[in-house]
């Protein structure tokens, strides 16, 4: 299972359930698929992005075959 920063698990526990169990779903799957999300451009280079729903974004890193969960934030706060 991919680590989860301390803010990622905050925010994790913070979702309402459904989006929760989703949010666990698409972490579970980044094990088999890293590059399930797309890769973010510009200045947080080798940050990639996993869509949770319309609202929310899962942030993460892979290097070095150890995947990395950054953040998991609403959309509109998630690129900043």
Known sequence: MPELSRSAAKSLRGLPQSQRQRAMEIIRRLNNNPALG???QGNPRGFRSARL???H???YRVSDDVIRVTAITPRR???R
């Open 38 to 40: 797309k890769k973010l």
């Open 53 to 55: 729903g319309r609202s």
């Open 57 to 59: 974004r899962i942030i």
């Open 77 to 79: 706060d998630a690129y």
